[in-house]
Structure formats: structure tokens, C-alpha cells
């Protein structure tokens, strides 16, 4: 089936801002059990802790996760490296 996630790494990085999108690329190793429905992409980031992040991708793209950084709808590290890791999976 083809992927129906129409965001690129450039809308990630524009909304994480350029650190948290440079930690977010460092972390994409560390995302696990991703998982998409037609709203989002969900998937533990192990960072010290496991954390739980998400990334919206219907428009707007936003992102949720439970770390401190993780209030909706901005995008911390950890929805970004789950972001880049489903853009490198469905990369084709
Ligand atoms: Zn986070």
C-alpha cells in the first residue's frame, strides 16, 4: 500500500526548529515499535527512559510526546526521530 504521509524531513525540521531536529536525527536509532493509523505515527523512543511520542501527520503536522519538551503541537526530539524513522522505512 502506498504511504498516504505527505510531510518531508524539511517540514520536521522547520517545526521542531534545528536542535531538537539534530537530537531528533541522532535518536532515530532508538525508535521502536512504530506504528501508523490514518492520523498518526506512534512509537516508543528509548532516551534514558522509554518515551511515548507521536507525530500528527494530517495538516497541521504536529507532534505529542510525554516528555517535558512533548506539549502538542510542537515537535520535540523524540516526534522527530519518529518522523525520520518513517520516512527512512517508507523511503522507496
Ligand atoms: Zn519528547
Redesign the pocket.
Known amino acids: 500500500m502506498a504511504p498516504l504521509i505527505f510531510f518531508t524531513e524539511a517540514d520536521l525540521e522547520r517545526l521542531a526548529g534545528p536542535a531538537d531536529f539534530e537530537r531528533g536525527r541522532l535518536l532515530v536509532d532508538a525508535v521502536e515499535d512504530l506504528y501508523e493509523d490514518e492520523y498518526s505515527l506512534c512509537a516508543t523512543?528509548s532516551d534514558g527512559r522509554p518515551?511515548l511520542?507521536m507525530v500528527h501527520h494530517q495538516h497541521p503536522l504536529g507532534g505529542e510526546?510525554?516528555?517535558p519538551?512533548?506539549a502538542p503541537p510542537g515537535l520535540?526530539?523524540?516526534?522527530v526521530a519518529v518522523g525520520l524513522s518513517y520516512l527512512l522505512e517508507t523511503r522507496y
Request: aromatic share 8%.
Open positions: 523512543v518515551y511520542a510526546c510525554d516528555c519538551d512533548g520535540c526530539e523524540h516526534s
